[in-house]
């Protein structure tokens, strides 16, 4: 799974494009009395600050500013005196001189990319796994549409549908991770929720969306950490849990959007 705090994305509303910067958004956040202690540290990238956070959290991620899916994403993860540096199917073992030049082959010239902080995180049957939360804001108020676990595919580093990524009820997915304790399962579902509608307030002062998906990773230890927000999200994921009624409320939702934007 990519570490993604916030993932810039364009929806179109009433027939205006709106891009988002991950690292305005970031910042944003990093203004929240809540929230900035839910974000993995994240700069922009250069050499020092590269080796600084290598050497502080093993791992790190390196993305572009705008992009979402996954694509582009660079891992880079400290072996002792050597580096592995990955990107998709992609694997090079390189030394401390050579680690620049390789994260470099497979960065985009004309994209400005982001440092972030790796995490621990906690896995589900054997693959790591985040949340996602869809919002929608059919009226005047967020609600949450869906919630579900996403798995990452067998040795894969990112989630996202598009990646191989499945769907599993959420619920079913922390009672696994926290050995069937639900009074935990159940502290940890209050403060996904809570966080989401946060996030949503959050973007909502200065973009004018309707619909977020909002990814959460949650560590080994517990803690929730904020991955990205997605305007205009997908909703194919939640087609594949067991019960129909996100999906169906997701629609319903939709459509309530449509109205909406139709008569104000």
Request: with cysteine; charged share 30%.
């Amino acid at each position: 799974m990519h570490i993604h705090v916030l993932c810039a994305k364009t929806q179109q509303n009433r027939g205006i494009f709106v891009p988002i910067g991950k690292m305005i958004q970031y910042r944003e956040m990093q203004e929240h009395p809540v929230l900035r202690f839910h974000l993995p540290e994240t700069n922009w990238i250069s050499k020092a600050r590269t080796f600084r956070m290598l050497d502080e959290y093993r791992t790190v991620y390196i993305k572009p500013n705008y992009g979402s899916g996954g694509t582009g994403v660079i891992r880079a993860k400290k072996l002792g005196r050597r580096y592995e540096i990955r990107c998709g199917s992609n694997r090079r073992i390189v030394r401390s001189h050579a680690v620049r030049k390789a994260i470099r082959t497979y960065r985009r010239s004309h994209r400005r990319y982001l440092v972030q902080q790796g995490l621990r995180l906690a896995k589900y049957q054997g693959s790591i796994f985040d949340v996602r939360v869809y919002m929608q804001k059919p009226e005047s108020e967020w609600v949450i549409s869906g919630m579900t676990g996403r798995v990452a595919a067998p040795r894969k580093v990112v989630t996202n549908y598009r990646k191989g990524g499945h769907a599993a009820p959420l619920s079913k997915v922390l009672l696994k991770v926290f050995e069937n304790d639900r009074t935990k399962m159940k502290e940890t579902l209050d403060q996904i929720i809570e966080l989401s509608k946060m996030v949503a307030d959050t973007i909502d002062k200065n973009y004018p969306y309707r619909e977020l998906g909002i990814d959460l990773a949650i560590e080994k230890s517990g803690q929730i950490w904020i991955i990205e927000a997605n305007p205009h999200p997908g909703h194919k994921l939640f087609k594949q849990l067991p019960n129909y009624g996100m999906v169906r409320n997701i629609l319903k939702n939709k459509r309530r959007i449509r109205h909406w934007e139709k008569y104000h």
